[in-house]
């Protein structure tokens, strides 16, 4: 795929951005491949929506077999983020849908899905060991994403609330649950701290935090809302050591105590790692 890119890009003299300068048309190509679906989705980050000779690039790769959406992502600010918030579909319906288990998800592109599916299954497995649910508890899911957690937690859970900040993930996520005919999952799209800060002036309650955020970890509103919510557990994902430290030193100081932590190797070859740690609340 990268190289017929790069072919129609020489052909047909397209631009590559140049970040320096802030010139240029193409940014990035972007691939994601369904490991259970083989379904294939290419999404290119231009500059600009009239990128010449967008037809031909369409015309290529759509012969790719398993080709099933092709979109463009118009990113334009002066930054070195990725995407950016308006996605054209050029071909195909804009999606691609793969599998966690026995759970079918679609993953659009602006949608966060990890890049590793076998040790994807490893985590939320593991994830879902450590919560030990009983088919009773009320669990949230925060930073969920298009739903991946919640829904394979689902089945052991009393009741789970997943929230999400991103609009595109929440819609994917509403998606699959009906695909899915999960009945006991609720979406919303909110900024995990704000909602369970909520939920606690409320008073109510959650038995399960499930929290799976960026590599920057979590902030401290979001740490100081966990801690007025007080969940009995929390399971936390980290994709970084660092920040994953940093907030549980916040945490195991304000009431809670780590029971368990398990490394993932989720990027072979480089050194990242995965980690999931599980915390308990400390009764007084």
């Known amino acids: 795929i ?4 790069r072919s129609w890009i020489t052909r047909y003299h397209i631009n590559p951005y140049n970040e320096l300068e802030h010139t240029g048309d193409v940014r990035h ?8 679906t083989n379904q294939i989705m290419v999404c290119l980050v231009v500059t600009r929506k009239n990128v ?4 031909e690039l369409v015309d290529i790769l759509k012969k790719i077999p ?6 463009l992502n118009i990113n334009n600010e002066r930054t ?14 804009g999606y691609i849908e793969d599998m966690i ?4 998800f679609r ?15 490893v985590i939320y497995n593991k994830a879902i060991e450590f919560a030990g649910l009983t088919g009773k508890e009320r669990v949230i899911d925060a930073y969920s994403g298009i739903g991946t957690i919640g829904m394979v937690a689902s089945d052991n859970a009393g009741e789970v609330i ?3 900040l991103n609009g595109d993930a929440v819609r994917d996520a509403v998606f699959n649950a009906k695909q899915n005919k999960v009945k006991n999952i609720r979406f919303y799209k909110e900024d995990a701290g704000d909602f369970m800060v909520k939920m606690a002036s409320h008073k109510e309650k959650a038995d399960v935090v499930f929290m799976d955020p960026p590599r920057s970890g979590s902030d401290k509103k979001f740490l100081d809302s966990l801690l007025r919510l007080r969940p009995k557990k929390v399971v936390y994902i980290s994709c970084n050591p660092e920040t994953l430290a940093r907030d549980l030193k916040h945490l195991t100081g304000n009431g809670y105590r780590i029971k368990e932590i398990q490394p993932v190797d989720m990027f072979p070859s480089t050194g990242h790692v995965e980690a999931v740690c599980l915390l308990s609340r400390r009764e007084k």
């Open 80 to 93: 070195n983020r990725i995407m950016g918030d308006k996605v054209i579909s050029l071909y195909g319906p």
């Open 66 to 71: 398993n080709m099933t959406s092709i979109c």
């Open 107 to 121: 993953i659009s592109p602006l949608s966060f899905y990890q890049v590793n599916p076998i040790q994807t299954e």
């Open 52 to 55: 010449p000779m967008l037809n």
């Open 162 to 164: 997943s929230v999400e």
């Open 29 to 36: 190509i972007i691939t994601r491949i369904g490991y259970h």
């Open 101 to 104: 288990g026995d759970v079918h």
């Open 2 to 5: 990268v190289k017929k890119v």
